[in-house]
C-alpha cells in the first residue's frame, strides 16, 4: 500500500483539486482582492470598501445599499438561528423592524425554518411550526418527515422570498435543498427570490471528492409522496468550494429554472478566507456542528450515518470522532498512519454518546478513533473518509454494517463504495475522479461572486 502524496492543484480562480497523487504542492495568492467585477444588482458590495474591509454578509449588503429590492414588499424570509449579520443581529429583526426596512416599507408576513428549527437545537424528524416571540410570526417548519419547499398555500400573500441560510461547504447539507426548493417554490408562483449570500466556512478554495451520481441525484420539486431528502439533489463534489449564493446561481442555469433569482453578495470575502477569518460570528448551524474543525470534518464522517458506527453525535466532538463497541482502535489507527494522510492525525480514545440523535451507543462507553487537525489547509476531507471506509473494513470486515443507499447517497458513488470494500488503494481510487471534479470547477466557475 503507498503512502498518500499529495498536490494541491490551483486553477486561475484559487481552486484546488484536491485529488492527484504527486509529489509537490502549492497556495493561491491569500492576499486582499478588490469587490469591483462582483456579480449581482448595481452598487452591492461597493459601498464603503475604501473604509471598511472586514466581511459583511448578505443582509448587511441588502440593508445598505440594496433594499429597492424589497422595498414595498410582502417578504417571506427563509432562514434560522444562522441567518444574523456581522453584529449577531438577527436577519428577522432587521427585516421586521430596523429602520432601513421600515423607511422602504417592507413588510415581513412569513417566515419559514429547515430542519433543526428555527433555533437551531431539534434533532429529529417531524418538526412542528413554531412561534418567533419577537416578531409574533409563526414560523413554518420545512422539515417534517423530509426537507420541504414553502407550500403554494403559504406564498398567495407574498411578493418575493429572502433565503438566509448558512451553508457548511458540503454537498449533503440540506439547508442547499431549502434554497433549491424555494426557488422552485418561487417560480411556481411568478414571485422573485433573493438569496443572502455568506461564507463558505471551510474556505472556498478547495473542490474535491465523489461527484453525486447522476442516478442518484434528485432535484425534482417535493411532494407528500416523492422521494426527494433535501441532500442528494445534484451532481457536485462532496466538497464544493461554493457559497449558497453561487450554489443557488448554478442550479439555476444548470438545472434551468424560471426563478427570477437575485443573489446578494457579501461585502469583502474572498475565497481562500476561512470563517474564523471573517470576523463574524460563528453560530452553530446544527445541533452538531459546534465549530469549523467539525464543518472540515463533517464530509469524511457524514457517509458512516448510514452505518453502525458512531461518528460522535451527542459528545462535544461530533463528526470528529468515529467508534463501535466491536472496533480495533489500535489496528485501525496503524493502518490509517500507514497510508500517511496530510494534515490530520489519529488517535486511539474511548467516548461516550449522550442523547445522540442517531440513537448510536447511547450512554455507552465505546472504543473510538479521534481525528485531530494538524493543518487545515492540507486535510483532505474526501480522501479522509475514503481511508477510514477502507481502514476499518480492512480490519473488521465481518462486523462493519453499511445501509447501502444511505452510505452512496452521502459519500455519492456506488462504485466508490464497491471500490474501497473490495480493498481497493483509497489513494487510486480517489485520483481517478480527479477528471470529473475539474470538470464541474471549470464550469462552477462561471458562477463565482468571489476571488
Not at 461585502?267 to 463574524?280: C, H, I, Q, S, Y
Amino acid at each position: 500500500m503507498k503512502a498518500f502524496k499529495t498536490l494541491r492543484i490551483w486553477t486561475a480562480l484559487g481552486t484546488c483539486i484536491a485529488t492527484l497523487a504527486c509529489a509537490g504542492g502549492g497556495r493561491p495568492d491569500g492576499g486582499p482582492v478588490p469587490d469591483d467585477g462582483v456579480d449581482g444588482p448595481a452598487g452591492i458590495g461597493m459601498r464603503g470598501r475604501s473604509v471598511d474591509r472586514k466581511v459583511r454578509p448578505g443582509i448587511t449588503v441588502l440593508l445598505d445599499d440594496s433594499i429597492k429590492l424589497v422595498a414595498g414588499k410582502r417578504v417571506a424570509l427563509v432562514t434560522n438561528q444562522t441567518g444574523v449579520d456581522e453584529k449577531g443581529r438577527r436577519t428577522v429583526d432587521l427585516l421586521f423592524s430596523d429602520v432601513r426596512a421600515q423607511r422602504a416599507g417592507v413588510k415581513l408576513v412569513k417566515l419559514f425554518a429547515p430542519e433543526h428549527g428555527a433555533l437551531g437545537t431539534l434533532d429529529r424528524e417531524g418538526l412542528d411550526d413554531e412561534k418567533d416571540t419577537r416578531t409574533g410570526l409563526t414560523v413554518h417548519s420545512l422539515y417534517k418527515r423530509r426537507t420541504m419547499a414553502p407550500a403554494d398555500s403559504l406564498l398567495q400573500d407574498v411578493d418575493v422570498i429572502v433565503v438566509d441560510l448558512q451553508d457548511i461547504g458540503t454537498r449533503t447539507w440540506t439547508y442547499v435543498g431549502v434554497v433549491l426548493y424555494s426557488m422552485q417554490a418561487a417560480e411556481r408562483r411568478g414571485i422573485p427570490v433573493l438569496v443572502l449570500d455568506r461564507p463558505n466556512p471551510i474556505s472556498g478554495a478547495f473542490t474535491e471528492g465523489a461527484l453525486l451520481d447522476s442516478a442518484l441525484a434528485n432535484a425534482a420539486y417535493p411532494t407528500d409522496t416523492g422521494k426527494t431528502n433535501g441532500f442528494a439533489i445534484y451532481a457536485s463534489p462532496l466538497r464544493h468550494g461554493l457559497t449558497m449564493g453561487e450554489l443557488a446561481r448554478l442550479f439555476q442555469a444548470n438545472l434551468k429554472l424560471g426563478a427570477r433569482l437575485t443573489v446578494i453578495p457579501m461585502r469583502n470575502w474572498r475565497r481562500a478566507m476561512w470563517f474564523d477569518e471573517t470576523d463574524l460570528p460563528w453560530v452553530k448551524p446544527s445541533p452538531n456542528m459546534p465549530n469549523i474543525t467539525s464543518a472540515l470534518l463533517y464530509p469524511a464522517l457524514v457517509p458512516f450515518e448510514a452505518s453502525n458506527l458512531s461518528v460522535g453525535r451527542g459528545t462535544e466532538q461530533p463528526f470528529q470522532r468515529v467508534g463501535a463497541p466491536w472496533l480495533n482502535t489500535d489496528r485501525v489507527v496503524r493502518l490509517l498512519e500507514d497510508l500517511s494522510l496530510t494534515g490530520v492525525k489519529f488517535r486511539a480514545e474511548r467516548f461516550t454518546p449522550d442523547k445522540p440523535g442517531d440513537n448510536k451507543y447511547a450512554g455507552r462507553s465505546i472504543p473510538g478513533i479521534r481525528l485531530e487537525v494538524t493543518d487545515r489547509e492540507r486535510v483532505q476531507p474526501a480522501r479522509l473518509g475514503a481511508a477510514i471506509l477502507w481502514a476499518i473494513n480492512r480490519a473488521h470486515p465481518d462486523s462493519l454494517r453499511l445501509t447501502t443507499a444511505g452510505f452512496d447517497l452521502r459519500m455519492g458513488s456506488a462504485r466508490m463504495r464497491e471500490a474501497l470494500l473490495g480493498g481497493g488503494d483509497p489513494d487510486a481510487v480517489l485520483d481517478r475522479l480527479l477528471p470529473t471534479v475539474m470538470a464541474f470547477e471549470k464550469d462552477a466557475r462561471r458562477f463565482h461572486l468571489y476571488r
